[in-house]
């Protein structure tokens, strides 16, 4: 059965750090491009950032460059998500995703197929 699991969210206070990981069963992770997205109650969907099936290239939301990286551990089969500095408007369930392509795009969901439950990430003071 192919899966996606997140994990690491939590609760933290504005600039504190938290990392996300995305385990895969059923399939490898490096045989794809692997996107984070993220949803807050009552707003969008969000790409956060993306990783290429090689790993090559990256990509950030605005939001988040120069706070969070992206990052694959292949011999775990995981991917990454270090969050730095987190900021109020940072909170939201936080899913990752498998890329159809070996390219990743942040603006087109429908170009992932397989997703996770989530992981909620909290920031409070």
């Known amino acids: 059965q192919l899966q996606l699991v997140e994990s690491g969210g939590g609760s933290v206070q504005p600039g504190g750090i938290l990392r996300l990981s995305c385990a895969a069963s059923?399939?490898?992770?490096?045989?794809?491009?692997i996107g984070w997205f993220r949803q807050a109650p009552g707003k969008a969907r969000e790409g956060v950032s993306c990783?290429?099936?090689?790993?090559?290239?990256?990509k950030y939301a605005d939001s988040v460059k120069g706070r969070f990286t992206i990052s694959r551990d292949n011999a775990e089969n995981l991917v990454y998500l270090q969050m730095n500095n987190l900021k109020f408007e940072d909170a939201a369930k936080y899913f990752c995703?498998?890329?159809?392509?070996?390219?990743?795009?942040?603006?087109?969901?429908?170009?992932?197929?397989?997703w996770g439950k989530g992981t909620q990430v909290t920031v409070s003071s």
């Open positions: 995703a498998r890329g159809l392509f070996r390219e990743c795009d942040l603006r087109a969901p429908l170009e992932y197929d397989y």
């Open positions: 059923g399939f490898r992770l490096d045989d794809y491009a």
């Open positions: 990783i290429s099936r090689s790993g090559d290239s990256t």
